[in-house]
């Protein structure tokens, strides 16, 4: 029940003499979907190399592998089996799967500027908080609770689900400059009634701002 990496490859920032940063290529988005977890040792060059250019990371959810569909996913009508395995279920418990895994592993205790992108409210991982920081009290080896990895090191985006609830759950969870507002084209495509009636429920403006436009600003550098 791995997940091996995609990363896409998109225009990245050059330096004042025209050169990318070395690996920033390769530090631009990853989607778990594989038969290799993300936390593989494989790997850690790529993180490392987003910490230390300070490029955030995209973690995306992917088809499963044939083999986890196999094991989990088959057996029902294929357009359903489909359905489970992508956007009704899967896609974000293996997205969510992989990012805990790190945690685990030990990668922000060796990479601590390290910034990853959940799509979704947290794929998964806020609405089990409680019961996945609990590792936390076997996981001896590390500097940190999963919690506290969360809370400094995953930035949260909203992917077209503007229900004013899963805010509130997310921002029990995290800080509001850890959230993101985002759609999630095609598949969430919100219209300017329900952005203007997302919006109109945070009461400061400054958090307003921020989790409309600033947080992305200031995480992708764009300001």
């Known amino acids: 029940m791995g997940s091996t990496p995609v990363v896409t490859r998109r225009p990245q920032p050059r330096s004042s003499n025209g050169a990318l940063p070395a690996g920033s290529r390769r530090c631009d988005g990853a989607r778990p979907g594989g038969t290799r977890p993300l936390d593989d040792p ?31 996913y088959r057996g029902l009508d294929p357009v359903i089996d489909l359905a489970l395995a992508t956007f009704g279920w899967g896609w974000h418990m293996e997205a969510g799967l992989s990012v805990l895994r790190l ?16 799509g979704h409210w947290g794929e998964m991982l806020l609405f089990w908080m409680d019961r996945v920081d609990s590792i936390s009290g076997v996981a001896k080896h590390l500097d940190r609770r999963v919690s506290d990895c969360l809370r400094t090191n995953i930035h949260i985006t909203s992917s077209g689900m503007l229900q004013q609830r899963l805010l509130r759950h997310t921002l029990d969870f995290t800080g509001a400059n850890q959230v993101l507002f985002s759609t999630d084209h095609p598949f969430h495509q919100p219209d300017a009634a329900a952005v203007k009636e997302f ?25």
């Open 103 to 118: 945690i685990l592993r030990g990668t922000f205790d060796r990479h601590p500027d390290l910034q990853l992108v959940l």
């Open 42 to 72: 494989a790997y850690d060059d790529l993180f490392a190399t987003a910490a230390r250019w300070r490029r955030p990371i995209f973690i995306h959810p992917q088809i499963p592998s044939n083999e986890l569909h196999d094991a989990a």
């Open 199 to 223: 919006f109109d429920a945070i009461a400061d403006p400054a958090t307003c701002t921020a989790i409309a436009s600033g947080n992305a600003e200031g995480l992708f550098q764009l300001a």
